[in-house]
Nanobody, 123 residues
């Protein structure tokens, strides 16, 4: 069993900052890409930022220059530093990880999701 647990969401004023964390636990062999997604009210879930195991990052245009994704491979943890927050960043933020486990049938690779953490930015 693999679990992803997010933390760090909350209420912040526009222009403020928050740092989200997501820790993966369980019978993990390795983790490939990790990512943050978000889902605003009435909208579909979409990618915010992704990071490879080697540390290469990509961002949605709407957050470039304001958000920074990073990871600690030793801790199986990914972070999202969010600066200069805007009301339109209000959403539930979900952590995603492509996790490799070793089972009786061999190597298993699949996506796991966290439960989500709510971020609310007031104007």
């Amino acid at each position: 069993q693999v679990q992803l647990v997010e933390s760090g969401g909350g209420l912040v004023q526009a222009g403020g900052s928050l740092r989200l964390s997501c820790a993966a636990s369980g019978s993990i062999f390795s983790i490939n890409d990790m990512a943050w997604y978000r889902q605003a009210p009435g909208k579909l879930r979409g990618p915010v930022a992704t990071i490879t195991s080697g540390g290469s990052a990509n961002y949605a245009n709407s957050v470039k220059g304001r958000f920074t994704i990073s990871r600690d491979n030793a801790k199986n943890t990914v972070y999202l530093q969010m600066n200069s927050l805007k009301p339109e960043d209000t959403a539930v933020y979900y952590c995603n990880a492509e996790v490799v486990t070793m089972t009786e049938k061999g190597r298993d690779e699949r996506d796991y999701w966290g439960q989500g953490t709510r971020v609310t930015v007031s104007s």
